[in-house]
């Protein structure tokens, strides 16, 4: 038994009970945190207005509205047409979920419901880059690793002024994943504002397998596990990565989280349970007015000793369920944080079904860290703060690896 190791066998995982997915690749903004078995209908006017009496709601001005359109419209353009009674329907449920002016919060037709669920199962076409709502702009959050996106450049923090010339601004995430999305062999151009400077970047799509986690031991000893995403499969794939760094003899392990969008919030419990005691809170969801508190909490694998030590990387592409585990691991004492600060994704999505084949994505809380901290906008901090420069990739080094590496071989490491 390792000096680490508290437990001689890793426990076998639950099943996964789906309660996060995330949507990468040409991206979503959402990190969504979805609730297993939704399947809720608006099936009436007084569910729609949130239990009101009709009566209540003076519904004639919308009523005029889509009178006049269908009464006077005539389209002029390619781009223009009469839209079907399902088409109607459709685009004024979007715009009562635009109503509420957060990002991501949105509704899913037919098509992009389809889409969405193509990008959960991590096979689809697209440039390999997480996206979303940063300060008003469309913004970069991560480019995945070995994708068009990293191959061309593209950087956490990137914002996103064009795609294919069409401004941005005001710009849904949907809207943009509809431009950046087509087939593999095909560009897109990004006019992308990176450290300062506006350039045009040229990116050829191609079909996009989501990585999860690769481990690899260094020759000083430092286990490392690169985790990608937080997948459905992301937590099993873990406890085997945790199982070849038990085998190593190593009791110092680096967990990479940079550029990690996030995921499956499940998951991020999972992999946090492995680290701390039975009932230990990992995540608390704050719902408001709406609902108690709900706190997730860890289901006691607690494998390792306090002889472990444990560094966790992070940056500005770390986000969701990366920053639920990292803030767990850190105000537990288990793990010190090193790299640039986190995105800041504070809040949590529901997917419901409107019918079988749409959905809406809403916000339904938001999360703090086990010591209440809410981070949404604003990121986690790390211990020890490394940059990592243009200039460092260009010279292939890595300064927030070595300065994490160098952290884990001092003898006087504490937690």
Do not use: C
Not at 186 to 212: C, F, H, M, S, Y
Request: proline share 4%.
């Amino acid at each position: 038994m390792k000096a680490s190791l508290k437990k001689s066998l890793l426990p076998s995982l639950a099943a996964i009970s789906i309660i996060g997915a995330f949507s990468v690749g040409i991206g979503v903004g959402g990190h969504l945190e979805k609730k297993a078995g939704i399947a809720r209908t608006l099936d009436s006017q007084q569910q729609l207005l949130g239990g009101q009496a009709t009566s209540s709601v003076d519904m004639a001005p919308f009523w005029k509205a889509a009178g006049i359109l269908n009464e006077k419209f005539v389209a002029t353009s390619a781009s223009s047409s009469i839209p079907t009674s399902e088409d109607m329907v459709y685009g004024a449920i979007g715009g009562l979920a635009a109503s509420y002016g957060d990002p991501y919060t949105t509704f899913f037709p037919p098509k992009e419901s389809k889409d969405f669920e193509d990008e959960v199962r991590g096979d689809f076409g697209g440039i390999g880059a997480e996206i979303g709502i940063k300060d008003n702009v469309l913004s970069v959050v991560a480019p995945l690793k070995n994708t068009p996106a990293e191959r061309a450049g593209l950087k956490a923090g990137d914002a996103i002024l064009k795609i294919d010339k069409k401004f941005t601004a005001g710009m849904t995430v949907e809207d943009a994943i509809a431009i950046i999305r087509g087939p593999k062999g095909t560009k897109v151009i990004l006019t992308i504002k990176q450290n300062g400077d506006t350039k045009d970047v040229a990116i050829e799509r191609d079909t996009i397998v989501i990585p999860t986690i690769d481990t690899k031991l260094r020759d000083d000893g430092v286990f490392v596990i690169s985790l990608y995403n937080f997948s459905s499969n992301s937590a099993t794939l873990f406890r085997g990565a945790l199982r070849e760094f038990i085998l190593s003899g190593s009791d110092k392990l680096l967990l990479d989280l940079r550029n990690n969008p996030g995921g499956y919030l499940e998951a991020a419990t999972d992999m946090a349970s492995f680290f701390l005691p039975a009932g230990k809170t990992i995540v608390t969801e704050d719902s408001g007015t709406k609902a108690p508190q709900k706190s997730d909490r860890s289901k006691g694998y607690d494998v390792f000793t306090d002889k472990l030590k444990m560094v966790v990387l992070i940056n500005e592409g770390s986000a969701s369920a990366s920053e639920i585990l990292a803030g767990a691991l850190r105000e537990h004492g288990v793990a010190k944080l090193v790299g640039e600060k986190s995105y800041g994704k504070g809040s949590v999505q529901e997917l419901v079904e409107i019918t079988p084949e749409t959905s809406l994505k809403v916000t339904v809380a938001r999360w703090l860290t086990p010591n209440g901290n809410w981070i949404s906008g604003k990121g986690i901090t790390p211990d020890v703060e490394v940059k990592f420069t243009k200039k460092d990739a260009d010279k292939k080094i890595d300064p927030q690896m070595d300065k994490a590496v160098e952290i884990l071989l001092d003898p006087n490491f504490t937690r």
